[in-house]
Nanobody, 123 residues
Framework: QVQLVESGGGLVQAGGSLRLSCEAS????????MGWFRQAPGNEREFVAH????????YYADFVKGRFAISRDNAKNTVYLQMNSLKPEDTAIYHC????????????????WGQGTQVTVSS
């Protein structure tokens, strides 16, 4: 089993930045591609970003438009999401997740999920 714990959320003003972290337990972390999703009240959980096992390949949702960057440090069993130029519509609970396949943006393609961290962007 892979357990995931997110941190780094908080309240920021529009245009500001946050870096989210997702720490994984277990020794199988390096077998999994990792993704970030977000969910706002009344909305479906939506794909944000994905990174390959090695960290050499990334894939992003169109709405990110270069504002966000996903990375990973396999030595620390940790995945990051750097978020810049934040907008009020980015407000949501952000979840990290682990998948055995690369590049799939569907929720159903992910095997393990964290409980999420709240990001709130004020205007």
């Amino acid at each position: 089993q892979v357990q995931l714990v997110e941190s780094g959320g908080g309240l920021v003003q529009a245009g500001g930045s946050l870096r989210l972290s997702c720490e994984a337990s277990g020794r199988t972390f390096r077998r999994y591609h990792m993704g970030w999703f977000r969910q706002a009240p009344g909305n479906e959980r939506e794909f944000v970003a994905h990174i390959s096992v090695s960290g050499g390949s990334t894939y992003y949702a169109d709405f990110v438009k270069g504002r966000f960057a996903i990375s990973r440090d396999n030595a620390k069993n940790t995945v990051y999401l750097q978020m810049n130029s934040l907008k009020p519509e980015d407000t949501a609970i952000y979840h990290c997740a682990a998948s055995k396949t690369y590049g799939n943006s569907r929720v159903s393609s992910y095997d393990y999920w964290g409980q999420g961290t709240q990001v709130t962007v004020s205007s």
